[in-house]
Structure formats: C-alpha cells, structure tokens
T-cell receptor, first 115, second 116 residues
Framework: AQSVTQLGSHVSVSEGALVLLRCNYSSSVPPYLFWYVQYPNQGLQLLLKYTTGATLVKGINGFEAEFKKSETSFHLTKPSAHMSDAAEYFCAVSSFSGGYNKLIFGAGTRLAVHP | NAGVMQNPRHLVRRRGQEARLRCSPMKGHSHVYWYRQLPEEGLKFMVYLQKENIIDESGMPKERFSAEFPKEGPSILRIQQVVRGDSAAYFC??????????????FGPGTRLTVL
C-alpha cells in the first residue's frame, strides 16, 4: 500500500525567505510523485512531478523538488517566497498499476507568507 | 482547449435529498477520477471510470454513492439521501486515453456540497 506524510500542516515564512515543505512517502513499487497547489476555493494545479530520470525536478512558479529514494522523501522548495505563494500544497504518490494511475494524497500543508 | 468542468460549483441540500455532481472531462480525455476532500483534509480517491465502465470504485462508500460515465455526456457522481457527513468538496480529474505511464491528471474546480 502507498501512503504520503506531509510534515507540518501549517508553515509560515517571510516574503523573500526560503520555502521548504516536507513530504515523505511509502511505496512498495517505484513511485511517481507529484506536488499540487490549491488556492482558496479552487481546484488543484500541478506544480511538478517526478516519474523517472533526473531526481531534481523543476516546476512552475520557481518551485522545485528532489526525489531521494534512500530517505523516501520528495520535499518541495522555493528559494524566495512571494506573497502569491500563500496556498495549500499537496504531495501525492501513485503507481501506474493495472493500466491506470490512482493518486494518494497527503493531508496538505498550508503555506502563509507574511511581509 | 477548455479544462475540466464541474457543475454546480456550490450545491446545498437538506438531509435526505439527492445530490448530483457533474464532471465534463477535457476534450479527448476518456478517463475520469473522482476525489473527495473533507474539511481540513487531503483528497481521497473515490472512483475511477472510463467511458461506460467503472474500473475501480474501492474508495466509494458502499451505500448511497454511485458514479457513471456514459458514452455521451458528463460523468455523474450521485449521492442519495445525503447526510451532514457528506458535506465536502468533490473534485473530478481527467486524463487522456493514450497517456504516458505517468498519466497526469487534470483537476476541475470542484463542487462544494453543503448538507443542512
């Protein structure tokens, strides 16, 4: 069975500071990993994904994440936070088994950015 | 190319009524997933459908919930005799038929169901 743990349900940073959102996963098969962002009252938007290949993945809006198999982690980072980054972030894992892709989400981390 | 569309965006029902949630996938997409997001929680998988077939409904409650994706028209998530615990945001996602193995899902804006 697959699972995702996001450490810290709320993270607060100053504008311009480093953003680090933590995600650890559990999977018995090679995982596909995703980060999604959700703005208030909106759907989920894909930030970035890891499938195979390069373990450092770059996404939209200056975010990136590094897949570390030995640590079963896929932490999301951004060097300098903007006010517009305030949102909820979800890490998800899946395996392409049975010919389809069912996403297992973490509980989410709400990011607050203050001036 | 329009994205995944869901309607209504907000739905209010009284206990015991029926709720019908609609999802139109992106053009060319024939795979539909439904997820539920309870307050202060992440999304939980409910059901995966292809045209006219339910492939995986392992996340669906055994009673009162049903889903369909007919040959023509949107996918429908139907909740009969709603209870207050059904209040949640329901998201639909779609993916193309001939997708790569990483099979990215595109999410709609969600339907927020409130049961009074």
């Amino acid at each position: 069975a697959q699972s995702v743990t996001q450490l810290g349900s709320h993270v607060s940073v100053s504008e311009g500071a480093l953003v680090l959102l933590r995600c650890n996963y559990s999977s018995s098969v090679p995982p596909y990993l995703f980060w999604y962002v959700q703005y208030p009252n909106q759907g989920l938007q894909l930030l970035l994904k890891y499938t195979t290949g390069a373990t450092l993945v770059k996404g939209i809006n200056g975010f990136e994440a590094e897949f570390k198999k030995s640590e079963t982690s896929f932490h999301l980072t951004k060097p300098s936070a903007h006010m517009s980054d305030a949102a909820e972030y979800f890490c998800a894992v899946s395996s392409f088994s049975g010919g389809y892709n069912k996403l297992i989400f973490g509980a989410g981390t709400r990011l607050a950015v203050h001036p | 190319n329009a994205g995944v569309m869901q309607n209504p965006r907000h739905l209010v029902r009284r206990r015991g009524q029926e709720a019908r949630l609609r999802c139109s996938p992106m053009k060319g997409h024939s795979h539909v997933y439904w997820y539920r997001q309870l307050p202060e929680e992440g999304l939980k998988f409910m059901v995966y459908l292809q045209k006219e077939n339910i492939i995986d409904e392992s996340g669906m409650p055994k009673e009162r919930f049903s889903a369909e994706f007919p040959k023509e028209g949107p996918s429908i998530l139907r909740i009969q005799q709603v209870v207050r615990g059904d209040s949640a945001a329901y998201f639909c996602a779609s993916s193309p038929r001939d997708s790569p193995t990483y099979n990215e899902q595109f999410f709609g804006p969600g339907t927020r169901l409130t049961v009074l």
